[in-house]
């Protein structure tokens, strides 16, 4: 219900702040402004498993974390289909780097399931796969975050939303790590 509850709200944002207040048509609800739903909703599930990581509470975090994995599958699979609308040489480096720092992203995330022998702390790696995340929403958003005036009915970019929540939850994995060693 708590993952509904999350979708749902990260949705109503998408719709009124890019359908309603915006200038993306309806017609683009069902991939695009779902996509944006997704992408700020699997962030903020990441946030509340960091928390409940920091907060010890594993069978909490293990539940957000599973959230995000599947929403980051929805985003990752929409996204690759969004971008295969659009001409490859159209991306300008900003494009290119936010792709970049997404599949860095993913590689990082999917790298404890993919080598099973890993000589690198997986907190360290969580640190760094946050890393790659606010790297790639902000290369993602960066240019619009401070146009506030030009905000759609003056709501936050939700690349700058999801940037802000990856840093909040970064701060958590590293506040964390740091009290272990204590």
């Not at 109503?12 to 359908?19: D, E, G, L, T």
């Not at 069902?30 to 409940?52: E, G, H, W």
């Not at 929409?78 to 609308?85: A, R, T, V, Y």
Request: aromatic residues 14%; positive net charge.
């Amino acid at each position: 219900m708590k993952y509904a509850i999350l979708f749902g709200l990260s949705l109503s944002y998408a719709v009124v702040r890019y359908c309603v207040f915006g200038t993306v048509l309806t017609a683009n609800l069902p991939c695009f402004v779902t996509n944006k739903a997704v992408a700020v909703a699997s962030v903020l599930a990441l946030l509340a498993a960091a928390f409940n990581t920091f907060r010890g509470r594993s069978e909490h975090q293990r539940s957000w974390f599973a959230f995000f994995k599947v929403s980051l599958l929805v985003h990752v699979l929409l996204s690759i289909f969004l971008l295969s609308l659009y001409d490859a040489g159209k991306l300008n480096l900003y494009g290119e780097l936010f792709m970049l720092f997404g599949v860095i992203a993913v590689v990082l995330l999917m790298l404890k399931t993919l080598v099973k022998e890993l000589t690198v702390r997986p907190q360290v790696l969580q640190v760094v796969s946050l890393g790659a995340i606010a790297l790639h929403q902000f290369f993602l958003g960066c240019r619009g975050w401070l146009a506030w005036t030009e905000w759609p009915g003056h709501m936050p970019p939700i690349s700058m939303l999801g940037f802000s929540a990856t840093l909040v939850a970064m701060t958590f994995c590293i506040v964390g790590i740091g009290s272990k060693r204590e």
